[in-house]
């Protein structure tokens, strides 16, 4: 019988039923092929030997394993086991390695030398060579060893060291040339990831809650989560209860045979949770602290500490919880109480204010706890720390918030960023137990924060009534004298309130000079931000875009300085992104609303969130993204703040406003009524103003004329003479609005005058409210009446509404101009093409023949005919190929258009007066059906004259051109007979003469046109003028062109002639009587 031999279990590797795979280690040591040692080291339970097993099975390469027990071990210990080791891997092998005994003793060098080899000679597949427990050999002898291994280690073998111990500074020198890789404690330890997907391994009952309750206790330590996962799969999860086994495997591995001195100083110092060695020592007065804290950093014994000349040291979680819980044992009650005081007073010295307080806390020491809140509370305010500042005073007993006015103070002020409605009641307290004690700083401040909640509560800016008032009497009667920097911040809060409570406010302007002022010699950077903040919302809520460009830069460092607090960061967010919204830097605006929204959620302070969301809806309208507005909206509504009255009238306000955008004119108003009610209910002005505005918009869009000018009338109460550049321009845009839906282009022109030269001034390019359809009429109107021309361009272009404009915008920049009437005159850019070349001549007939057949889906073959009468039907559709390629080369590729055998002048390009001539007749016709609007009329039938001033193309013999002439021409004359008939009615007998004579002009081979003149002088008394029109008519008719004259107009001539000479024989015989 045959029996296998055994090896003993020193060099045999640990085998693990099942292991959970550190990939991101495996990953540091993955390709290392270049390092000769991998030392990995740490505290025990952090999976060292686990992690290397597990690796080397991944790699699937021979490797020797020796692991070094807890009882004496000898450098020929560690000899016979590598030795056996390598037996065990080649077990039909004999091999004759040097065997170490007494006679090597003081030649141990040249023995390790020999030996290695040796050895390493006949290891012809490993790769790898594991010693485990290092810690328990690590002396001189073994790490002479080392070296002399490391040095004769053949190229392709690793030596892999696992220790409790970091690596031996004897072995640092390795690191230089990059053949030591150490795997410390930092590295072993789970990252949150890591222990998430661990525990989850472990224990798949565990919830999310449980698992970040054991990682803030293990802090990544892998026994610590083992147990304790384990601990709550039998016991059920309890956060109070404390998990005895990892209790025991602590105590067991650091504090078993520890001496009674170095036991105290642990639990002592286990009341700080971070320490430095001179606290240390002024705790406890052991003077061999640092030492024995060195020693146990060295030796990987839960304890972890600083770089720097002055380390600081802290305990694993799971051990300092242990060695409190030891306090019990090694302290009496009174002695383990005077010992937190002590360690408390250490603490303050030391700046560490919020730990000093949970001792005072704890002892029940109320007036060294309010002492240290007061001191310390501005500093965790001002660095964002809001909770912290709230959980420390709300831990004092209540009575002192009665007698103590600076408690209620910073109570309030901590609360304004997450409850200002709680933060003004406790301010107002402040407030009236400040004037009590006649403290004036404290007045002052408390005002300014009072007035802040209310601002920031968005809920009812009515409040600020009272602390309006309350500012009077403080400028009346001066409480006292105080810091310039504290009225800097009463002065410009007093401004942001009136910005939203009333703009109108007659010393507000005083207030703006001195507070400009202040912003540029205010040393105090945290004083000169908070004033640019609240300057920077007035400006912005009175549209002085201008004066924003001077603090915007404050803003920039506001907003970007982390350890700013962070509502100052989230203002700040919120200036420059309504800032940019008003220039029509949608993108920008929504970088800072969305950085806004990231600092609001991440910081808890949550009083603008909805206001970004709100103003995020702005930036997709301004951009004309609907659909990213509609589902900003929906995001908005989910998480609106019913409790911010304000907020919730923005939300209907800017609902209206999209609505409205799409056309449902009934919902928009029905929105807007809900935002008006709730902005005059709470007294925010500019929402007040902005839903009047859309009011009067939607009501002039529902042609509800009556209500919509009512509304106007108290809009302009609102705006007018105010100075308020905001309230006005809601004014001009739904008073212009109102004006041209009703054709009182008059009253229209005066207001688009006021409006855009406000804009310009202040380059403002968007505004709540505008619509394209408003921007684009209003514009329109300006550029045809000479109104701020380029600045209209501006706004036409950058909105993207020059899309075709109106045939009556002569002065818009069109690609290409052409008069066809009179010569053909081409312009393109603004400049006239010379026609000087007979090769253009074929060209230019094209072009009149297009025109001339309305320039519009003109058939190819039809034209194709027209031109090339005498060609084969082939050769005329090639000679109009040729042509139609000139043509698009003399006035553009994008302004003749070819599509399905049609061929058009492209209207988005193209300004034909032919078009616009037609498209006024239309007009006039329709508005003379009604009679009405009469200044239209008259625009109209002065631009229809100043148009068709000769004949249409004259220089043209074509057909289809002489075709078009003579119709063109009647339906000329037939309108101005019609239009004639109108101002006749209307007993406006000198405009009749005007188109009278006009047709005249243009037909003056037709007798019919000077006995309707002759008539219209017979009417209105004036036979000598009738005369010398028909003087006129015989000389042009029949005496040049020997054309007779009708029966008609002569018996006419001689009834005038007739009558006149028995006017003036009736004239002689009464100057015979007088005389």
Not at 183 to 192: A, D, G, H, R, W
Not at 874 to 896: F, M, P, Q, W, Y
Request: glycine share 4%; charged share 25%.
């Amino acid at each position: 019988m045959i029996f296998k031999k055994r090896f003993p279990a020193k060099i045999a590797p640990p085998v693990y039923e099942r292991v959970f795979i550190r990939k991101r280690l495996f990953d540091l040591v993955r390709h290392k092929n270049a390092v000769k040692v991998i030392w990995v080291n740490g505290a025990a339970g952090y999976g060292k030997t686990v992690f290397v097993a597990s690796y080397l099975k991944e790699l699937q390469v021979p490797f020797l394993w020796y692991k070094a027990d807890n009882g004496e071990n000898t450098i020929e210990d560690l000899f016979y086991f590598l030795t056996l080791a390598l037996q065990k891997n080649y077990p039909n092998e004999k091999f004759k390695l040097p065997v170490f005994n007494v006679n090597f003793v003081n030649n141990l060098e040249s023995f390790t030398r020999i030996f290695f080899r040796q050895f390493f000679s006949l290891l012809v597949r490993e790769s790898v060579i594991v010693i485990d427990n290092c810690q328990e050999i690590e002396n001189n002898a073994f790490l002479k060893m080392l070296k002399i291994a490391v040095d004769e280690l053949p190229l392709g073998l690793q030596l892999i060291c696992v220790s409790r111990n970091q690596p031996d500074p004897a072995l640092k020198h390795l690191s230089l040339y990059h053949e030591l890789l150490e795997i410390s404690e930092t590295e072993l330890k789970f990252n949150q990831q890591e222990s998430q997907d661990f525990l989850k391994w472990l224990n798949p009952q565990l919830s999310d809650d449980h698992i970040n309750a054991i990682y803030a206790k293990t802090i990544g330590w892998a026994a610590g989560m083992v147990l304790m996962s384990e601990h709550y799969r039998l016991t059920g999860f309890d956060n109070g209860s404390t998990n005895k086994n990892t209790f025991d495997y602590l105590a067991a591995e650091l504090l078993s045979n520890i001496p009674e001195d170095k036991h105290i100083f642990l639990v002592s110092t286990a009341l700080f949770t971070r320490f430095t060695i001179d606290m240390a020592v002024q705790l406890t007065q052991y003077k061999h602290a640092k030492a024995f804290l060195n020693e146990l950093v060295a030796g990987n014994k839960f304890v972890e500490h600083s770089d720097g000349s002055n380390p600081s040291y802290s305990y694993h979680p799971l051990l300092r919880d242990l060695l409190l819980n030891q306090s019990k044992i090694l302290f009496g009650l009174a002695e383990w109480q005077e010992l937190k005081r002590k360690a408390a007073e250490i603490l303050v010295k030391q700046d560490k204010f919020i730990e000093a307080m949970s001792f005072y806390k704890e002892l029940k020491d109320w007036q060294s706890l309010k002492g240290l809140v007061l001191k310390n509370v501005e500093l965790l305010i001002d660095t964002g720390r809001n909770h912290t500042a709230i959980h420390w005073i709300e831990a004092l007993p209540g009575e002192f918030f009665d007698t103590d006015a600076w408690l209620n103070y910073w109570y309030g002020v901590a609360l304004k960023p997450t409850d200002p409605l709680s933060a003004e009641m406790h301010l107002d307290k402040s407030y009236q137990q400040f004037v009590l004690n006649r403290d004036a700083k404290g007045i002052y401040l408390s005002w300014q924060a009072a007035v802040e909640s209310i601002i920031f509560s968005w809920h009812d800016f009515s409040k600020l009534g009272m602390w309006i008032i309350r500012f009077d009497e403080l400028r009346e009667k001066n409480p006292g004298r105080t810091s310039i920097d504290i009225k800097a911040q009463f002065y410009a809060t007093a401004i942001q309130a009136l910005s939203v409570y009333d703009p109108q406010r007659a010393w507000l302007k005083n207030l703006l000079k001195i507070s400009e002022h202040l912003i540029h010699i205010i040393p105090i950077k945290k004083i000169k931000l908070a004033l640019a903040v609240q300057l920077g919302t007035y400006y912005l809520f009175t549209c002085q875009l201008v004066k924003t460009k001077t603090i915007s830069h404050f803003m920039e460092i506001a907003l970007n300085e982390k350890r700013n607090p962070p509502l100052l960061r989230i203002t700040s967010a919120f200036f420059l992104g309504l800032q940019k919204f008003y220039v029509a830097d949608a993108k920008s605006a929504l970088n800072f609303f969305y950085q806004g929204l990231d600092l609001s959620e991440s910081s808890g302070v949550s009083l603008f969130s909805s206001h970004f969301k709100i103003h995020i809806i702005g930036c997709h309208i301004c951009r004309a993204d609907l659909n990213s507005a509609y589902s900003a909206l929906q995001k908005a509504k989910e998480t609106i703040n019913m409790q911010q009255q304000i907020t919730l009238a923005m939300l209907f306000s800017i609902n209206a406003w999209l609505e409205l955008l799409s056309g449902n004119r009934k919902y928009a108003l029905e929105q807007n009524e809900h935002a008006l009610k709730l902005t005059e209910i709470t007294r925010v002005e500019p929402g007040y103003v902005c839903s009047l505005s859309l009011k009067v918009q939607i009501l002039t869009e529902l042609s509800q004329w009556k209500e919509a000018e009512q509304t106007l009338s108290v809009l302009g109460r609102k705006s007018k003479n105010t100075g308020n550049n905001f309230n006005l321009i809601q004014y001009y845009v739904s008073s212009a609005w109102f004006f041209l839906s009703k054709k009182d282009e008059d009253k229209a022109i005066d207001v688009i005058k006021d409006l855009l030269h406000l804009l310009r001034v202040e380059q403002i390019l968007t505004f709540f409210g505008w619509r394209p359809e408003v921007l684009r009429s209003i514009c329109f109107v300006a550029i045809e009446n000479g109104i701020e021309e380029e600045f209209s361009k501006q706004l036409l272009m950058l909105h993207r509404l020059s899309v075709s404009p109106p045939l009556h915008l002569e002065k818009w920049h069109w690609p290409v101009k052409i008069f066809s009437f009179g010569s053909l005159i081409i312009e393109v850019d603004g400049m006239p093409i010379k026609q000087s070349r007979k090769s253009q001549k074929k060209i230019l007939e094209l072009l009149a023949t297009l025109i001339a057949l309305g320039g519009c889906n003109v058939d190819y073959n039809q034209l194709a005919e027209i031109l090339w009468p005498d060609a084969e039907a082939d050769l005329a559709r090639k000679a109009l190929e040729t042509s139609l390629h000139r043509l698009r080369k003399l006035i553009g590729n994008d302004s003749v258009l070819l599509n399905a055998g049609m061929i058009s002048l492209n209207g988005d390009n193209c300004w034909l007066d032919l078009w616009l001539i037609e498209n006024t007749i239309d007009e006039l016709k329709r508005l003379l059906q009604n009679e009405e609007m009469p200044q239209i009329i008259i625009k109209l039938t002065d631009r229809l004259l100043r148009l068709y001033n000769t004949t249409f193309l004259k220089h043209f013999d074509l057909y289809p051109i002489i075709l078009k002439q003579e119709q063109l021409l009647n339906e000329f004359c037939r309108t101005l007979n019609l239009v004639a008939d109108f101002h006749r009615h209307r007993g406006e007998h000198d405009r009749v003469c005007i188109l009278l004579e006009k047709e005249l002009e243009l037909r003056p081979y037709e007798e019919a046109g000077y006995q309707k003149l002759m008539d219209h002088y017979i009417g209105q008394g004036q036979p000598g003028q009738a005369l010398h029109i028909y003087s006129k008519c015989r000389q042009i008719l029949f005496e040049n062109l020997k054309i007779p004259l009708s029966d008609e107009i002569r018996s006419l001539a001689k009834q005038i002639k007739s009558a006149d000479s028995e006017f003036d024989a009736k004239n002689q015989i009464s100057l015979k009587s007088k005389n």
